[in-house]
């Protein structure tokens, strides 16, 4: 079997937090020789404070603004994959900026597994309540609709090997049509 084409363009990668967005963006980036950013730890690099001081010290809203506008500056880079933070989708500009600057890829996971996999992580600021259960599904109520509306892609993380859900994932992105592929000299 002949190896497979690399595909074009950029790779944006929405979802809940824990559903494997940072893990699976690295991987792959380095299947497609891509460039890899979160854009949580983007944020932190030009603040120079972990998300969470964020929220503590200017609050949601003040981290969502922040949040927009560095989607807004990495999504005009080219040949990268860019894994957003879970609430980017919120605001609707930033949802028009990733469909309208690459492939969008909606990585989907359980409540069971969001919480499996969040449950010790203190820097994840929503979570840091009572019932964080409670929390995941409220989110996932939320903001379902809204991933599925910006994604070209849905992918279930549920209990997969991030080495085969990549392998399917690049056989999936290999079949979509030429539209999101870059006009050649752009």
Known sequence: ???????????????LMGAGKTTVGRALARRTDKTFYDSDHEIEARTGVRV???????????????????????????????????????RPQNRACLAAHGTVIYLRATIDDLLARTLHDKNRPLLQIADPRAKLENLFQERDPLYREVADIVVDTTQQNVSLLVARLMEQLAGLPPKYRPAQGS
Do not use: C, Q, Y
């Open 1 to 15: 079997m002949p190896a497979m084409e690399k595909p074009a363009g950029n790779f944006f990668l929405v979802g």
């Open 52 to 90: 969470a001081t964020i929220f503590d010290i200017e609050g949601e809203l003040r981290f969502r603004d922040r949040e927009t506008s560095v989607i807004a500056d990495l999504a005009r880079l080219d040949n990268i994959v860019l894994a957003t933070g879970g609430g980017a989708v919120i």
